[in-house]
């Protein structure tokens, strides 16, 4: 399962919503930005395969759409509090 970062533009469309609009949502509901919440919900992906699934913090990484491991764990544990060797 690889990983990507989707654009506010690509889950607009999946969504049916403007980027504008999609923006204002996310802002009211969750106070995130929508880069902000895409990243969020790619490093909860990331975390729930290093829980669940046992992945390595490279296969992390790939899931949560960074080339870099050591780019993967500065944001994991800033959005977290921990590091992804913490909840392996």
């Given at each position: 399962q690889s990983g990507h970062w989707i654009t506010a533009e690509e889950l607009g469309q999946r969504v049916?919503?403007?980027?504008?609009?999609?923006?204002?949502?996310?802002?009211?509901?969750?106070?995130?930005?929508?880069?902000?919440?895409?990243?969020?919900?790619?490093l909860e992906k990331a975390r729930e395969a290093l829980e669940r699934d046992t992945v390595s913090i490279a296969e992390a990484a790939h899931i949560a759409g960074y080339s870099s491991p050591a780019n993967f764990s500065t944001a994991f544990k800033r959005e977290f509090g921990l590091s992804p060797k913490q909840v392996t």
């Amino acid at each position: 399962q690889s990983g990507h970062w989707i654009t506010a533009e690509e889950l607009g469309q999946r969504v049916g919503m403007s980027p504008n609009s999609l923006q204002r949502l996310l802002n009211r509901t969750y106070g995130l930005s929508t880069s902000r919440f895409i990243r969020r919900f790619m490093l909860e992906k990331a975390r729930e395969a290093l829980e669940r699934d046992t992945v390595s913090i490279a296969e992390a990484a790939h899931i949560a759409g960074y080339s870099s491991p050591a780019n993967f764990s500065t944001a994991f544990k800033r959005e977290f509090g921990l590091s992804p060797k913490q909840v392996t």
